[in-house]
């Protein structure tokens, strides 16, 4: 029996595609789908290349780059120090930044477009150009859908600004600014469909965007210029009011001086001093008063006193009445002495305070006078120093005008081009090839995707768990009659080999009791099961065995394609009574083969097999015959060859390599458990050597195999 087994099989390719449950993707056997496939994905990718091509130089039109080199001037210190007004760019990523976003601005390539007239340029303007064939197919099929537009009246203005800002959309699409790396320098790049024009907008975006730093330190310079002649007349005004209000307290007060201010204080100092000590006095005073006025006997007032006369005359003032007068009298004296000395007190006291709140008084008016006109002072220095500081950059700034230098200035202007830019064709072809072999090779591993068909047979026998008892080659033969032929004048090819191997396999099916009545069909007509039939009774013929083959197919009669000149009455004739066995069975002169064979009839085919008469049929052609093999319809098609399986020994099952799919045997195979019926083995038939060859197996397997030339004479 010639066996097929080995690593690469379709399930293989198959798992590489969808990748099995663990995730893993096999790249042996993908590697192999895709090689398998090499010319599916060549042609593909030629022909992919042929259209690229085509289109490269056929269809897509010539556009041409030009390139203006702009570099940025780092800071400088200019004449006036008013950075904001005058100052140059920094190097900062940001201002490089900036700078490029000012070179797309709608802004500028609006002044490029006025300049150009790009509006009346139908490359700028889409509206000046003949619509194209889609666009007038859209324009139909939305007439259709949804009704003719009705038409609106656009003003004038409102047309002009719209093709104005598509003519800059345009030349936004048609141009790139790329900064250099590291560097300051900008490389402005427009396409255009003619090389002139290309240059000629590369070079204007460059001059205007040159120009434009111009105008903006021009109307900068002279905004300052107006700001600054208004700061400085507003700070006139203010320095002359604040000097004027100067003057006026300065001769409408006395002058004053801080060291004047201090010497007051220090006068008022003093004064408070000479209070406090008068104060004190006057205090001593009244308290002596007070003594003398409560004395009221000599003694008392002697020490009242503490005058020495007085405390002289008091001992003999006791005796003497001229003594104790002249005591009264000098006591008298000293009271009123007292009482001078306390009124004089009081009065001093009182001019001191008094001269006190007016220095005072004084020293505070001065105070806040001298408070005034230093504030005065500060303002008008303040102010003059503002004025000063403002008509310097008033000046400074009217003479900068008109002396402005660019942040920017060109490096290289741009070069009329001589090869055009687009299409790049090389880039074309490589990615029109990459995209032919990426599509090829997604077709070749959707098709092994859907590819559900048997090549080997350990797919089979998995699939099935049936054994596989037969491969069948396909036999190299233009129509079937010559099938027979060839298997007769080619006894020693590896197809009379393989059903050799097919009866050696059935045979051994049941070596104790081997089969005789052999029923052969398959899912599907054209798979095979017929020319398997015929070769395995020649085989059993070939053995010396005596062997019926009996057509079971009897709608579509299939056996009169193989053979001529079969009679017009057969196994139907046989069982309605019209006809004997022996004159419907004919013998085929070439192969030896007793042949029962169908005819046509208006009786239903599955009721004349479930009839006793078959039954009764068969029973008496096991006595005459050693095998009997039944060629029966598919069984997907009609119930025939599951009825006729009744009454046989073994079942063959023929599938068609790389053709049937596993659905289609798994429901043939499912019918026949749903009779309770065994098939005895499966039969992989018509397979090619040169596909099993490029799906890799054509140098390991058996009779398929380079191996095999020397055993076999094809």
Known sequence: ?????????????????????????????????????????AVIAMLATVIGGYYAYGIATPRYTATSVVILETQ???????????????????IVNSEAEVLKSRGLIGKVVDRLDLTADPEFNSALRDPSALSELKSSIKSTLLGAPSEQVVPEDVTMVRQRNNSIDSVLENMTVAAVPNSLVFNIRVTSLEPEKAALIADTIAELYILNQLEVKFEATQEATSWLTEQVGELRVE????????????????????????????????????????????????????????????????????????????????NEPAMATAFDTRFTQLAERARLDVARTSQQLEGLRTSESDLRARIDQQGDDLVELQQLQREVEASRALYEYFLGRLKETSAQQGIQQADSRVLSNAVIPINASEPRRSLILAMSGMLGLMIGAGLVLLKEARNSSF?????????????VIGQIPRIPARNRRKTIQYLRDKPTSNTAEAYRNLRTS??????????????????????????????????????????????????????????????????????????????????????????????????????????????????????????????????????????????ADAVLFTVKWDATSQAQVKEGLKLFRQSDQKVTGLVLSQINPKGMKRYGYGGKYGAYSAYGSGYYNN
């Open 76 to 94: 400088e210190r200019s004449v006036v120090d008013i950075e904001s007004v005058m100052g140059g760019l920094s190097s900062d990523s940001q």
């Open 455 to 467: 090549r080997t047979s350990d797919e089979l026998e998995a699939a099935t768990g049936i054994s």
């Open 239 to 318: 320095l002359e009011s604040g000097e004027s209000r100067l003057a006026e307290l300065s001769a409408d007060n006395e002058l004053v001086s801080v060291e004047a201010l201090q010497a007051l204080e220090r006068q008022l100092k003093e004064i408070r001093d000479r209070v406090t000590q008068t104060a004190d006095n006057l205090e001593t005073q009244k308290a002596r008063l007070a003594v003398f006025e409560a004395a009221s006997t000599r003694e008392e007032q002697a020490a009242a006193a503490n005058d020495m006369q007085l405390t002289r005359m008091l001992p003999r003032a006791q």
């Open 506 to 647: 059935l045979m051994l099916s049941n070596v104790d009791n081997p089969p005789k009545v052999i029923v052969s069909t398959s899912a599907l007509p054209g798979e095979g099961k017929t020319t398997n039939s015929i070769a395995i009774a020649q085989n059993l013929i070939g053995m010396g065995k005596k062997v019926l083959l009996m057509e079971g197919d009897i709608r579509r009669r299939t056996l009169s394609q193989y053979f001529d000149d079969l009679p017009k009455r057969g196994l139907v004739s046989v069982l309605s009574g019209d006809s004997s066995l022996d004159d419907v069975i004919t013998q085929t002169e070439a192969s030896g083969i007793d042949l029962l064979a169908g005819e046509q009839t208006s009786a239903n085919a599955a009721d004349l097999f479930t009839s006793d008469k078959f039954r009764d049929l068969i029973t008496d052609l096991r006595g005459k015959y050693d095998a009997i093999i039944l060629d029966t319809p598919p069984v997907l098609i009609v119930p025939d060859a599951r009825i006729i399986a009744m009454q």
């Open 1 to 41: 029996m010639t066996s097929i087994s080995g690593s690469g099989t379709v399930q293989d390719a198959q798992s590489a595609v969808h990748g099995d449950g663990d995730d893993v993707i096999d790249l042996g056997a993908l590697l192999g789908t895709l090689w398998r496939g090499k010319w599916i994905i």
